[in-house]
């Protein structure tokens, strides 16, 4: 059985500069690129084929089946784009800047309704205070992990279900994650684990002295 993953790496990460001029999926994560991480991450685990679909830069030179993206098609777009080249019957979709450490296999048999997506709980960015009416303290919580479960930008879909489901243009998670759950379609995995979104410069720092505060390569 043939395992395939499309990377959404279309971008140039505009919050990265000016410190970074690179395209975000070639950044330098220490010893690899973003890209080659990812890569890397889902060969360890078995896949076998990688899918980008992209519009501005041409990732040829990486071990991937490049799908051109003419104009802007949103996430969802992207995504309906590059399943035209996916060979089997499910595919692993997955950000560039949203890494993740465990199985992927894991999502890919929670998918069997349909649909997958890794969820975590959300950590406050600032302390939560508990107060009575006279305006007393009662606990102060720094940073706390909220009762919330957000997505990681991780998912697994049967093929059919993105022929069916998702939009020619559009947003993966604004237009198409509300369609598949009221269809019952959807299922979350709940990941406890350390997770590393790179939105700017100062969370790529962040990652790179993650890596090499466990050595990961």
């Given at each position: 059985?043939?395992?395939?993953?499309?990377?959404?790496?279309?971008?140039?990460?505009k919050r990265?500069k000016?410190?970074?001029e690179?395209p975000?999926?070639?950044?330098?994560?220490?010893?690899?690129?973003?890209?080659?991480?990812?890569?890397?991450w889902?060969?360890?685990y078995?896949?076998d084929r990688?899918?980008i679909?992209?519009k501005?830069?041409?990732?040829?030179?990486h071990?991937v089946?490049w799908?051109e993206?003419?104009?802007?098609?949103?996430t969802?777009?992207a995504?309906?784009l590059?399943?035209?080249?996916?060979?089997?019957?499910?595919?692993?979709?997955?950000?560039v800047d949203?890494?993740v450490?465990y199985?992927?296999?894991?999502?890919?048999?929670e998918?069997?309704?349909?649909a997958a997506?890794?969820v975590?709980?959300l950590r406050s960015p600032?302390g939560i205070?508990t107060?009575?009416?006279?305006g007393?303290?009662?606990?102060f919580?720094?940073?706390?992990?909220?009762?919330?479960?957000?997505s990681l930008?991780?998912?697994?879909f049967?093929?059919e279900?993105?022929?069916?489901?998702?939009?020619?243009?559009?947003?993966?998670?604004?237009?198409?994650?509300q369609?598949?759950?009221?269809?019952k379609?959807?299922?979350?995995?709940?990941?406890?684990?350390?997770?590393i979104?790179?939105?700017?410069?100062?969370?790529?720092?962040?990652?790179r002295?993650?890596f090499k505060r466990?050595?990961?390569?």
């Open positions: 059985m043939v395992k395939e993953c499309i990377i959404l790496a279309g971008g140039w990460g990265l000016p410190q970074i690179e975000k999926p070639l950044v330098q994560l220490n010893n690899t690129t973003l890209l080659g991480r990812q890569i890397s889902l060969e360890k078995g896949f990688v899918i679909p992209s501005e830069f041409n990732l040829t030179s071990p089946v799908v993206e003419k104009e802007r098609l949103g969802g777009g995504v309906k590059a399943n035209k080249e996916v060979l089997g019957n499910r595919v692993y979709v997955m950000n949203d890494i450490f199985n992927p296999n894991i999502l890919w048999k998918s069997h309704l349909g997506i890794l975590g709980k600032y205070i107060s009575d009416k006279a007393n303290v009662l606990k919580e720094e940073k706390p992990l909220l009762p919330y479960d957000i930008g991780h998912y697994c049967k093929k279900v993105i022929e069916q489901y998702f939009p020619d243009k559009g947003d993966l998670e604004l237009q198409l994650m369609i598949l759950a009221d269809n379609l959807l299922r979350i995995y709940e990941y406890k684990d350390a997770w979104s790179i939105n700017t410069y100062k969370d790529l720092e962040k990652a002295e993650y466990k050595g990961i390569e």
